[in-house]
Structures are given as structure tokens and as C-alpha cells.
Nanobody
Framework: QVQLVESGGGLVQGGGSLRLSCAAS????????MGWFRQVPGKEREFVAA????????WYSDSAKGRFTISRDSAKNTVYLQMNSLKPEDTAVYYC?????????????????WGQGTQVTVSS
């Protein structure tokens, strides 16, 4: 079993930055590929970014590319999502996810473990 705890959400003005963190426990962190998803009420949870077990590969949604950066720190068992140039449309609950599987890294169904989510609100 893997436990994931997100932190770092909050309220920020448009154009600002936030860094989300996700601390993992319960399984060897280096066995886990990690991802970030987001969800707004009434919509499907959507892929934002993912990072391979080694950290050597990353994937981004079109909306995140160029503005968000995913990274991981194996010493801290933590994955980060640095979000810059935030827009009101980035407002959502952001979820951290983990998987031991190999796949596209972009589908919800590929992830086995989920955090409880952290709210990000971007004002205009």
C-alpha cells in the first residue's frame, strides 16, 4: 500500500506561482512512477504531468507544457509540481498519483494510488 499526501495548494493571483508537493510512504519510492492530475466540479479528472521512476522522463499536458515542471526527490520520497504563470483556468483540485505500471502515464486508469487532493485557486 502507498500513502500520498499533497500540500502546497492555495489562492494565488493570475500570473503567480505555486509549488505543490506530494509525500509518498509505504513502498519504495524508486519503484513508483508519479503523476499529477486535476479536477474541477462537473468535469473529468484530467492529466497534468508525470515523471518516470528514475526521473529521467517527464510528460505534460498541452496546457501544462512550458509553465509547469514536475520533479522528484528520492531522498525525501517527494514529487513536486512547480506551477508558473498561473491562469484562472488552472483552478482545480490537484491530485497526486502513483503507479508501479508502465504505460502512457496519461490515463487515470494506469494509476493505483491517489492522494486526497489539494485546492488551487487562481484569481483573475
Amino acid at each position: 500500500q502507498v500513502q500520498l499526501v499533497e500540500s502546497g495548494g492555495g489562492l494565488v493571483q493570475g500570473g503567480g506561482s505555486l509549488r505543490l508537493s506530494c509525500a509518498a510512504s509505504g513502498r519504495t519510492f524508486n519503484l513508483l512512477a508519479m503523476g499529477w492530475f486535476r479536477q474541477v466540479p462537473g468535469k473529468e479528472r484530467e492529466f497534468v504531468a508525470a515523471i518516470a521512476r528514475s526521473g529521467g522522463s517527464t510528460w505534460y499536458s498541452d496546457s501544462a507544457k512550458g509553465r509547469f515542471t514536475i520533479s522528484r526527490d528520492s531522498a525525501k520520497n517527494t514529487v513536486y509540481l512547480q506551477m508558473n504563470s498561473l491562469k484562472p483556468e488552472d483552478t482545480a483540485v490537484y491530485y497526486c498519483a502513483a503507479t508501479t505500471n508502465l504505460g502512457t502515464m496519461r490515463r487515470r486508469s494506469e494509476y493505483d494510488y491517489w492522494g486526497q487532493g489539494t485546492q488551487v485557486t487562481v484569481s483573475s
